[in-house]
């Protein structure tokens, strides 16, 4: 066979090679056999020597060009392997953007904290201030204050975790009121205000008590306030909380701080008032207490009691929160169901 048959032939079957090649790794071993310096075509350049003279630019002209021609070949089959792999690797990681976002888990607002967040506007709206006593109160701040001297048999009912002689986990949050009392300055105005937080009693556990319960305490000092401004006041609340179906009613009561006392009810979520164990059949649910600031409560706290006078109250807002949303057992307050919580998420605002 002559030279230029030989070299026609080498091109004819590296492009058969190029052509059979099923991927980038095979194409890789082709193009070594037939460029690399062991390849056919580089030892017939390297035998240029014993070629004639006259023929030695044409043999040189053809292996270059077939070298281009085979070149060209590998690198369009080259090119067709990564288009290949690209085109595989884009299908893999489709993204359907149609599809629905996965939703992150959203927490809920606890529902006492549904009605705190509510109350502490409503109150603010009306302009009282909302102040944050201490949840570790002293004796004398929680009682001696209040009108609750040592030895006050209406200490009992209210009996709690003592830390040492004078500081205790408070009871309720009135001392919230002895301690704004204390400081308010009444040449710039009537006071008005409301404290909320969490208490402890040594209560027992049932559908409607907890050792650990939240009150918010309001306060208003001025001259000229009457009764019917605290029955005014707390009927407001509580149809702003419960709507104007819901039956409330004042009773008579006793607390030392308040003179005369009452406490207010309304009427049971479960049975709407004819009676059963959650209202313990009386048709009705404890909400508040409240009353006419005692003289002596004014007096400790160094405000003229002839002059100055208002009205208290103490609601429990575990109550409000049990009234509002008809709940069955205080106790699912507090343990930490995700499920009992996430019934609230449509309460937000
Ligand atoms: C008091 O604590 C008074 N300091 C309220 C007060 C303030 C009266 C200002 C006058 C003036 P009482 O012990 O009744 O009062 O509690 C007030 C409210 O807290 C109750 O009406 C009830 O709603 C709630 N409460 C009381 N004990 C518990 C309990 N163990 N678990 C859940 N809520 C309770």
């Not at 052509?19 to 390297?46: C, P, S």
């Not at 003592?162 to 710039?188: N, P």
Request: net charge negative; proline share 4%; hydrophobic share 35%.
């Amino acid at each position: 066979m002559d030279l230029f048959d030989r070299i026609n032939k080498l091109k004819e079957e590296g492009l058969d090679q190029i052509k059979q090649a099923e991927n980038q790794k095979m194409l890789d071993k082709i193009r070594v056999e037939l460029m690399g310096r062991k390849g056919e075509l580089t030892k017939i350049l390297h035998s240029m020597k014993d070629i004639t003279p006259e023929n030695r630019p044409k043999v040189g002209q053809e292996v270059n060009q077939v070298r281009d021609i085979l070149q060209k070949q590998l690198d369009e089959a080259k090119d067709h392997f990564l288009q290949a792999v690209i085109a595989k690797k884009l299908e893999e990681e489709k993204i359907d953007v149609t599809l629905p976002g996965r939703e992150g888990h959203l927490g809920s607002k606890h529902p006492i904290n549904i009605i705190l967040d509510d109350l502490e506007s409503y109150f603010i709206g009306m302009g009282y201030e909302v102040v944050q006593g201490p949840e570790i109160e002293t004796d004398h701040y929680c009682f001696e204050m209040m009108n609750l001297p040592k030895d006050h048999p209406a200490r009992d009912m209210q009996a709690t975790f003592y830390i040492d002689e004078e500081d205790l986990l408070r009871t309720q949050t009135s001392g919230d009121q002895a301690r704004v009392l204390e400081k308010h300055d009444f040449s710039k105005g009537p006071l008005k205000m409301v404290g909320p937080g969490k208490v402890y009693r040594r209560d027992d556990d049932d559908a409607t008590h907890s050792h650990q319960f939240q009150q918010m305490e309001g306060l208003v000092v001025d001259k000229n306030v009457t009764m019917s401004d605290l029955k005014g006041t707390l009927e407001m609340i509580a149809k702003h909380v419960f709507g104007q179906d819901r039956k409330t009613r004042l009773r008579p009561s006793y607390f030392p701080f308040t003179e005369p006392s009452v406490e207010m009810d309304v009427s049971c979520f479960n049975c709407n008032g004819k009676g059963c164990p959650i209202c313990k059949y009386t048709g009705w649910i404890e909400v508040l207490g409240a009353g006419m600031v005692h003289p002596n409560v004014l007096e400790n706290a160094g405000v003229d009691s002839t002059v100055y006078g208002g009205f208290a109250f103490g609601l429990g807002l575990d109550r409000f929160a049990i009234l509002k949303y008809g709940i069955s057992d205080i106790r699912d307050f507090y343990t930490n169901d995700v499920r009992f919580l996430e019934q609230f998420r449509k309460e937000e605002n």
